[in-house]
């Protein structure tokens, strides 16, 4: 089941940063909090991972609180595109917990 | 881009019907997935796959599904007697599986676009 807890909706003006938060504060040490999208319909995009250190993709950054407690994903220019419901998600990565489970994640709406 | 490409697309069906849901996962990748969402529902796990058999089901996957590998490239969900309440879109998943020193690790899951499944 989600260990997770995100905020059900949130807005965010198009060409702003896109910040959306998540708790995890029951995460084990060896478990990477992972972060996906969903639009629409669509089959769950990747985005970004990381383990403690902040990282940076492409697509979004990820900022992880040194306690590992919370976590933040940044899109840093939000796009009409960027709308869509984003999920948080802490998984280990060996067999047995390699397994992604869902919550009802953020939805994210960017208005223009 | 490597992706994971599902057939078909959306497929009518009788109740008690069988239905074959099809999947190539990315070609280099080792574990495979499937999940469901019913509408406005969350996605859920059904069942994970390696090395020729399940690795992991939840209780979502009963005696009604199974799954395949039948050939190199092809990994299929079979639900053998549709039930209305088996409507849904149903996702493909795989992702890398190696070694990272000694300890056997998965990588990140990437997603089809799904089968939706009408049950009628």
């Known amino acids: 089941d989600a260990k997770t807890t995100q905020p059900t909706s949130m807005d965010c003006a198009e060409g702003r940063a896109a910040n959306l938060p998540c708790n995890h504060s029951?995460?084990?040490?060896?478990?990477?909090v992972y972060w996906y999208r969903q639009i629409h319909s669509q089959g769950p995009q990747y985005i970004i991972h990381g383990l403690k250190n902040n990282e940076t993709n492409e697509m979004a950054s990820l900022i992880i609180t040194e306690d590992r407690k919370s976590s933040t994903l940044i899109l840093p220019h939000a796009t009409l595109r960027d709308t869509a419901v984003y999920y948080c998600i802490v998984r280990g990565r060996w067999a047995g917990a390699n397994n992604l489970f869902f919550g009802t994640g953020t939805r994210l709406t960017v208005i223009p | 881009e490597p992706e994971v490409t599902q057939t078909p697309s959306h497929q009518v069906t009788q109740m008690g019907q069988e239905v074959i849901l099809r999947c190539v996962p990315i070609s280099n990748h080792l574990y495979f997935y499937w999940y469901r969402q019913i509408l406005g529902q969350k996605v859920e796990f059904l069942v994970s796959f390696y090395n020729n058999e399940i690795s992991e089901k939840s209780e979502i996957f009963d005696d009604q599904f199974s799954v395949e590998r039948p050939d190199g490239s092809n990994f299929t969900l079979k639900i053998r007697s549709t039930k209305l309440e088996d409507s849904a879109m149903y996702f493909c998943?795989?992702?890398?599986?190696?070694?990272?020193?000694?300890?056997?690790?998965?990588?990140?899951?990437?997603f089809g676009e799904g089968s939706r499944l009408t049950v009628l």
């Open positions: 998943a795989s992702s890398e599986a190696g070694t990272s020193g000694s300890i056997f690790t998965t990588g990140e899951l990437f």
């Open positions: 029951t995460i084990s040490g060896n478990e990477y």
